[in-house]
């Protein structure tokens, strides 16, 4: 990610803390920032020492933006790239449903890629991957159930 250019104004010194920065994704440890004491807690601003992109920290530990799971993957085609960025981001907002339906659409995508036929349910795509040696012996249970689970909730609460 580029630095964002440009100094912040009046900033403040801080105590050092490392963190993951939610913006570049570096484990960075920054000594910048603005603080607010609400005594016992302080609130705190942070600026990346390499991007140069504030993060908030509530209480001491709740972190915007958050931090992305997993990391990004090279070689991916655009769209894919697109959409696991995509399923990234929601992990960092703590939208995991969101996330779940982006990694399904992928599979849906890769399996589409390998042959299955556009319009077909998510588990016959589930099937076509592991029919056709893209899955591991044990890695249909995985894709299924908690897509299941994750999918239920969803139809319940809309
Ligand atoms: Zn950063």
């Known amino acids: 990610m580029a630095r964002l250019p440009g100094s912040w104004e009046n900033i403040q010194g801080l105590p050092a803390t490392?963190?993951?920065?939610?913006?570049?994704?570096?484990n960075v440890s920054s000594e910048r920032g603005w603080q607010v004491n609400h005594n016992p807690v302080f609130n705190r601003i942070r600026i990346c020492p390499d991007c140069?992109?504030?993060?908030?920290?509530?209480?001491?530990?709740?972190?915007?933006?958050g931090v992305a799971y997993g990391r990004p993957v090279p070689n991916v085609?655009?769209?894919?790239?697109?959409?696991?960025d995509e399923a990234r981001k929601s992990t960092a907002a703590g939208a995991h449903t969101a996330a779940v339906l982006a990694c399904r659409k992928i599979l849906m995508h890769i399996a589409v890629d390998h042959g299955a036929k556009p319009g077909m349910s998510f588990i016959e795509y589930v099937e076509h991957l592991v029919n056709?040696?893209?899955?591991?012996?044990?890695?249909?249970?995985?894709?299924?159930?908690?897509?299941?689970?994750e999918t239920k909730r969803t139809t319940k609460s809309s």
């Not at 140069?52 to 933006?65: L, T, V, Y």
């Open 18 to 26: 490392a963190y993951i920065c939610g913006f570049c994704g570096l």
């Open 132 to 149: 056709n040696g893209f899955v591991p012996p044990k890695g249909k249970a995985g894709l299924t159930t908690s897509g299941r689970k």
């Open 52 to 65: 140069n992109r504030p993060s908030f920290f509530e209480a001491g530990d709740k972190q915007i933006p």
């Open 77 to 84: 085609p655009a769209d894919l790239a697109t959409l696991y």
